[in-house]
Nanobody
Framework: QVQLVESGGGLVQTGGSLRLSCAASGRTDRNYAMGWFRQAPGKERVFIAA????????PYADSVKGRFTISRDNAKNTVYLQMNSLKPEDTAVYYC???????????????????WGQGTQVTVSS
C-alpha cells in the first residue's frame, strides 16, 4: 500500500507558475511509476504527465506540453509537477497517482493506476 498526499495548489494569475508536490508513504521500497491527472468541474479526470521509477518521462498531454514538467526525487519519495505559463483552462483539481506495473502503452489511462492522492485545487484567474 502506498499513501499519496499532494500539496502546492492555490490561486494564481494567468501566466503564473506553481509547483505541485506529491509525497508518498507506505511501501515506498517498491518501484512505482507516478502520474499526474487533473479534473475540472463536470469533466472527466484526464492525464497530464507520468514518470517511471528510473526517471524516464512518458509523453505529456498535448494541453500541457512545453509548459509543465514532471520530476521525482526518489530519496524523498516525492514527485513534482512544475507548471508554468498557466492558463484559466488549467483550473482543476490535480491528483497524483502511483502504479507499480505501469503499461507503457496505456499510461494515460486513470484505470492503470492503483493509488491516488486526495487532490489539490489549482485555480488560474484571467
Amino acid at each position: 500500500q502506498v499513501q499519496l498526499v499532494e500539496s502546492g495548489g492555490g490561486l494564481v494569475q494567468t501566466g503564473g507558475s506553481l509547483r505541485l508536490s506529491c509525497a508518498a508513504s507506505g511501501r515506498t521500497d517498491r518501484n512505482y511509476a507516478m502520474g499526474w491527472f487533473r479534473q475540472a468541474p463536470g469533466k472527466e479526470r484526464v492525464f497530464i504527465a507520468a514518470i517511471m521509477w528510473n526517471g524516464d518521462i512518458l509523453p505529456y498531454a498535448d494541453s500541457v506540453k512545453g509548459r509543465f514538467t514532471i520530476s521525482r526525487d526518489n530519496a524523498k519519495n516525492t514527485v513534482y509537477l512544475q507548471m508554468n505559463s498557466l492558463k484559466p483552462e488549467d483550473t482543476a483539481v490535480y491528483y497524483c497517482a502511483a502504479e507499480r506495473y505501469l503499461d507503457g502503452t496505456s499510461y494515460y489511462s486513470a484505470r492503470e493506476y492503483d493509488y491516488w492522492g486526495q487532490g489539490t485545487q489549482v485555480t488560474v484567474s484571467s
